[in-house]
């Protein structure tokens, strides 16, 4: 497995994430401090 197939992996993931939490209203310092 490639580290950059990996890590564009995560981003993608991490955008979808970002994205639902500011959908239901919380803040990304939220976010941070759950991952």
Same mark, same amino acid.
Do not use: D, P, T, W
């Given at each position: 497995m #490639?580290?950059?197939? $990996?890590?564009d &992996? +995560? #981003? #993608?993931?991490?955008?979808? &994430? +970002? ?12 976010? $941070?401090? &759950?991952?």
């Open positions: #490639e580290m950059r197939n $990996l890590q &992996l +995560i #981003e #993608e993931k991490k955008a979808k &994430l +970002i994205k639902l939490v500011e959908k239901y209203g919380f803040r990304h310092k939220q976010v $941070l401090n &759950l991952s």
